[in-house]
């Protein structure tokens, strides 16, 4: 799909939708729990999809009925098929430790930028837990046979706390005794925080010294019915406070301005670039009637907002510099290099010296055509910039959106921008 953009100014509201990183953990712990559970605001994205497609595959039964998804389990993985994670980082870390949880041999699987995505931890961690895997040097498909047994263990949190929240989920749901999970140099720590969050929601006990040491209680598990609110996305929600900030005059609902999620930072970047944003109980206003000025921040433990804050940075005046550059090279592109090349095609200098950014702001956005690299946030930080370029942008392989956003574009359309779509 291309996407066209022109020049536009925003107004008016829009409600922000589920987190996916809150949804894909719900659908893993419902696997988990002995019962039916009830995700209400489920998200419908790409790689929520995918988290509702493996959790059927690996015993539980699922139904979308209004708005909610009903899930029923017995607790217990049941091999139902080999199970595709498609483009999801988070399922195939997360799933691949709970699918061991079986006895039985289950294969997982993905596509596209997946299939390129180093994931070694497996093959060092599995041995040391009863798990039998075979691997194509860390690359997906992977070959993975249980039963997955607790022990104390120390890994290395650098390269994805998302690997953590794997072992924490399977972990909570096998032990039979208290066990520690020793780790080194965490990453992404707001996003172990949301992991701890839902497992004590779902009935877990699991505690946390220092983000070092997590202490894995056994818990009595019994048959119970629960019921989960997803709240809304903090990392599509950071869109959509830029184009506001940049262009526009918006309000953005339904956020919970005390969540866990990583992204919520956002606020306190666009205060620094002096942006005026307001709160007004759940619901966020942001317009363009300040000038923007550049910023520093490092992103090490929200990568996730590189995209907006480089949309961001490029009307701002000055030199803006984001530090976590390292944690970029294996998302759905190589997003350091993607950025540098997409803006710089844009019209934005762009700088990349070691674990850092720089993005030279003040220059006019060109006309131009770019590609999102197949990336969902690539894409969606292109269509903030059209909203003040010289002319129209357009973006190929728009339909990345879906990945995360499935609304995008037509929320852009519902908020005045000029937004052609085509195959």
């Known amino acids: 799909m291309l996407a066209a953009i022109s020049a536009s100014a925003l107004n008016g509201s829009i409600v922000i939708p589920p987190s996916k990183s809150a949804m894909q953990r719900a659908c893993a712990l419902a696997l988990l729990n002995d019962g039916i559970t009830v995700i209400q605001n489920p998200g419908k994205s790409n790689d929520d999809l995918a988290a509702v497609e493996i959790i059927n595959n690996l015993g539980a039964v699922s139904q979308f009925i209004n708005d909610e998804l009903v899930i029923k389990s017995t607790g ?5 098929g080999n199970i595709n994670c498609f483009e999801s980082g988070l399922s195939a870390r997360m799933f691949t430790t709970i699918s061991a949880l079986s006895k039985d041999e289950i294969v997982i699987n993905g596509r596209g930028s997946l299939l390129k995505r180093p994931l070694h931890f497996f093959d060092e961690v599995f041995p040391l837990l009863n798990i039998e895997i075979k691997t194509n040097n860390g690359i997906l498909p992977f070959y993975v046979k249980g039963p997955l047994l607790p022990v104390n263990i120390t890994i290395d949190g650098s390269l994805s706390s998302q690997y953590l929240t794997g072992l924490l989920f399977a972990f909570a749901k096998a032990a039979k005794k208290t066990v520690i999970i020793t780790v080194n140099n965490l990453n992404s720590k707001p996003y172990i925080d949301l992991s701890l969050q839902l497992l004590e929601y779902f009935g877990y006990n699991v505690r946390n010294d220092g983000y070092k040491f997590f202490f894995i209680e056994p818990v009595l598990q019994n048959e119970r019915e629960i019921v989960y609110y997803t709240e809304a996305d903090w990392s599509s929600a950071a869109f959509l406070l830029v184009a506001g900030a940049i262009s526009g005059n918006i309000r953005v609902k339904g956020l919970d301005l005390f969540s866990v999620q990583a992204d919520r930072i956002i606020l306190d970047v666009l205060q620094e670039a002096r942006a005026n944003v307001e709160v007004e109980g759940n619901c966020i206003l942001v317009n363009d009637q300040h000038a923007l000025k550049a910023f520093q921040f490092d992103a090490t433990d929200c990568p996730d907002l590189f995209p907006p804050l480089v949309a961001l940075a490029a009307f701002c005046n000055g030199r803006s510099v984001l530090k976590g550059v390292s944690r970029l090279a294996y998302k759905e592109s190589n997003r350091a290099i993607a950025l540098k090349e997409v803006f710089t095609k844009l019209g ?15 220059s006019d956005i060109h006309t131009a055509e770019v590609s999102s690299y197949q990336d969902h946030r690539i894409a969606m930080a292109c269509a903030i910039v059209a909203l003040r370029s010289s002319g129209t942008v357009k973006i190929k392989d728009a339909e990345a959106v879906n990945k995360s956003y499935p609304d995008f574009f037509n929320h852009l359309q519902l908020l005045g921008a000029s937004v052609t779509l085509t195959d």
């Open 348 to 362: 934005i200098d762009i700088i990349i010296s070691g674990d850092e950014m720089m993005i030279q702001g003040g």
């Open 76 to 80: 217990k993985i049941i091999h139902n």
